[in-house]
């Protein structure tokens, strides 16, 4: 069975998270500079079957798109023109962040630990991610 990829985008890096070939559980794939994605996909795509990605959606506390939507919706339709059969699903990734934090204070990370933005972007990616799979489930 195909992977399924999630992708919390940022400006200057993202965050990406992939399931297991069953489609079971998330894991945090890795963090990378946001200006090399489009290659690291196309390398990643090359080597694992990937049945669809998830893109994460900022909204703000009333549901409406935050300052960021129209970044990222530049990139899903980039994204969209240079894989145009891979399947996009937006989610809502309110909160992902704030809870990625919780996570590594949860996990007994040092201070200094705690202040890599880089693992906050991949553990949010694995939090939306693994939100799907869950959702997908009921």
């Keep these: 069975m195909p992977r399924i990829l999630s992708i919390d ?3 200057k890096r993202t965050g990406i998270a992939v399931t297991d070939e069953m489609q079971i559980i998330a894991s945090g794939l890795t963090t990378i500079p946001t200006h090399t994605l489009i290659d690291f996909l196309k390398d990643y795509f090359a080597k694992e079957k990937v049945e669809a990605v998830l893109i994460g959606e900022p909204k703000q506390m009333n549901g409406q798109p935050s300052e960021s939507a129209s970044v990222i919706n530049g ?5 969209s023109n240079i894989f145009p059969e891979m ?3 937006r989610v809502d990734e309110r909160f992902t962040s704030k809870m990625a934090f919780q996570t590594i204070i949860d996990s007994g990370l040092s201070k200094k ?3 890599n933005k880089g693992l906050i972007d991949e553990i949010s990616a694995t939090i939306m991610l693994q939100d799907y799979l869950s959702s997908k489930r009921f």
């Design 87 to 89: 399947k996009v699903i």
């Design 113 to 115: 630990q705690r202040q």
């Design 9 to 11: 985008y940022g400006q």
């Design 75 to 79: 990139f899903v339709t980039h994204f």
